[in-house]
């Protein structure tokens, strides 16, 4: 009998609640190999399930198992060393003069502005990442002097110092300008392409932000999953006209998706 793919993250029947209902009846599985995109608009409960996921928002029922460790079984603590995240929220935190290298080695210990002895393994193993994240030329640049995209490689290598098996992306393309995203975005592609790659979760609002190599795409509406599933299958007009609460055309040419507003047609009489 052939045995299932082991799951990365598995979510069963989650339900949180807080004033009111925030996430309900979530079924999501996600197993090694796979790479995905979580799509929603505003308010539709992305930022919650990051949350649930990394054990900052306890469910009021359901089930979460990430990594092969189970929420309310395990030290949720211990389990985020293995997760590696990516969200602008970290951006703040940097100090102006830290230079890239050091901000990648302060995350094998998940500390900004770290200010503990630096073995020379961790040297070394800081200037490969540089490398791995195509930034090896920033490794002395004050964090005030690099661009948004830059700054947005530089975490990513910040957060696979650890060696995460999981590795979340939360709008990463936020503020970058078109030709900034681009290039950020096929950087992920080569990045999630590297032999002993993380899992990786990519938050977005923007279609054109999942490049080939993610292979499934969760949608969220209203705090539901409105689909999930493998990408060709889940990214059509209807579920995102759906998703959205608007008449959109999706559209897809060498690999890569795009999307249009329908204009409106007001009858007037």
Request: hydrophobic share 40%.
């Amino acid at each position: 009998m052939k045995r299932a793919p082991a799951a990365v993250i598995e979510v069963m029947g989650l339900r949180i609640e807080r004033d009111s209902v925030i996430l309900d009846s979530i079924d999501w599985r996600v197993e090694r190999g796979q790479h995905w995109a979580i799509l929603g608009a505003n308010g539709s409960g992305k930022t919650s399930l990051l949350s649930a996921l990394t054990g900052y928002l306890p469910p009021t029922d359901g089930a979460i198992a990430v990594l092969g460790e189970t929420y309310g079984r395990a030290d949720w603590r211990k389990l985020r060393t293995h997760i590696g995240i990516v969200s602008s929220s970290v951006h703040q935190l940097m100090a102006g003069h830290e230079s890239p290298l050091d901000t990648v080695i302060g995350g094998k210990f998940a500390q900004i502005g770290y200010w503990g002895e630096i073995q020379p393994a961790d040297h070394t193993r800081a200037l490969g990442i540089l490398r791995k994240i195509e930034s090896e030329h920033l490794r002395d640049r004050p964090w005030r002097f690099l661009s948004q995209g830059e700054r947005q490689r530089v975490l990513i290598g910040r957060a696979l110092m650890a060696g995460p098996k999981l590795l979340i992306l939360d709008e990463p393309c936020a503020g970058l300008d078109p030709v900034a995203r681009e290039h950020f975005v096929q950087f992920l592609e080569r990045l999630a392409r590297r032999r002993g790659a993380p899992t990786l979760l990519l938050v977005t609002h923007h279609v054109e932000e999942i490049v080939p190599v993610f292979s499934h795409v969760l949608v969220l509406k209203s705090g539901t999953v409105l689909a999930a599933g493998d990408k060709r299958r889940v990214l059509t007009s209807a579920t995102l006209s759906r998703a959205f609460g608007a008449s959109l055309r999706l559209g897809r040419k060498n690999g890569r998706y795009m999307v249009s507003v329908r204009p409106r047609v007001d009858v007037v009489i």
